[in-house]
């Protein structure tokens, strides 16, 4: 659905670009965790695309949420030196970011199905 496409592929690019953020120094913010934070912005995306689409079927649910978690999975491995710390504003921002054009993704492959 989203993880093999093509647009998927290029977000990754964008955040490998993006990745030195993650290694550069910078006053970390918040009580949360980047694993803390992947995990939540993930899922409250993925309730907005649920909550927009009310007569989604149930399978394509449960192969959003499986593409889900196979995204925080990406995610987790790319950043697994800093997975545990807290971000930085810099982090959060290239996090909302991102998940946030991983939503267009699912937005637009869940207008095709629906």
């Known amino acids: 659905m989203v993880v093999e496409s093509d647009g998927y592929a290029a977000l990754i690019e964008f955040f490998v670009d993006n990745l030195g953020q993650f290694s550069a120094p910078g006053d970390k913010v918040g009580s949360e965790t980047i ?3 992947v ?10 695309i649920c909550d927009q689409n009310k007569e989604m079927p149930q399978a394509l649910r449960f192969e959003i949420m499986r593409e889900a978690d196979k995204i925080v999975a990406d995610l987790e491995e790319i950043l697994s030196s800093v997975w545990h710390q807290k971000p930085t504003y810099t982090q959060i921002n290239i996090l909302e970011e991102y998940i946030g054009l991983v939503k267009n993704l699912f937005d637009a492959a869940v207008s095709e199905f629906v």
């Open 35 to 37: 694993d803390d934070l």
């Open 39 to 48: 995990h939540e912005l993930v899922a409250s995306q993925i309730m907005a």
